[in-house]
């Protein structure tokens, strides 16, 4: 399946990569044809993995993968033309921080809205699911890292795009996926940054992960 990655940092090069070794051919965009991270991580791939930008990705994915830094996400999504986003499942794994104050960052969107839902208004040919957003991005593509049973969230208003994602998960190695719904409750699911940011500092690793217990 061919893959297209918007966004290069950290996140969006890990998740490339892990796809690239799934056998998928991926195309991590960015807002320039000459990005170097991009190029770089394009050169390590053989000839799986291609650099371009946005609309370059958005054109050959059959998947799309939100990977920009969450506040500013609706704004780089406009930079692809609306057809190449029709009808294609974009999977939204960016919380919306507020990088321009104090640390740990809050959210600029919360309570009554979020990133995920913002995206599906302003992109309602595409179907949002939102997932992956709730651990780091190692975990993201290797759950394993952690010890033990852990969850991962998803939410969308396509039962069907939610199934596609959910076989994604079970590739990247997921056992437990817990559908919260429709895209609303990206809401709940971005909220759980601020304490991820507070135990990242607590435990001075990444490497943890939320689990649900019920009887």
């Known amino acids: 399946m061919k893959f297209g990655v918007v966004g290069t940092g950290v996140v969006g090069r890990t998740l490339a990569s892990k796809l690239v070794a799934l056998g998928h051919e991926v195309m991590i965009g960015s807002r320039s044809k000459d990005n170097p991270e991009a190029l770089s991580w394009a050169r390590g791939t053989g000839d799986r993995g291609k650099a371009g930008t946005f609309g370059d990705a958005a054109r050959f994915g059959e998947i799309l993968i939100n990977c920009t830094q969450?506040?500013?996400?609706?704004?780089?999504?406009?930079?692809?033309p609306r057809g190449d986003l029709k009808g294609k499942v974009l999977i939204d794994v960016a919380n919306p921080l507020d990088l321009s104050g104090e640390m740990p960052p809050g959210l600029t969107i919360c309570n009554r809205d979020s990133l995920g839902e913002s995206i599906q208004r302003e992109f309602p040919e595409a179907k949002v699911v939102k997932a992956l957003n709730t651990c780091n991005c190692e975990v993201m593509v290797n759950p394993g890292r952690v010890n033990g049973k852990h969850d991962i969230f998803l939410c969308g208003n396509d039962a069907q795009a939610k199934e596609q994602v959910k076989q994604l998960l079970r590739d990247f190695g997921w056992e437990s996926i817990i559908d919260l719904g429709g895209i609303s409750s990206a809401r709940a699911t971005e909220q759980l940054m601020p304490i991820w940011l507070r135990l990242y500092g607590l435990y001075k690793t990444a490497d943890f992960n939320f689990r649900i217990v019920r009887n």
């Open 70 to 80: 969450g506040a500013v996400s609706v704004n780089a999504l406009r930079m692809i």
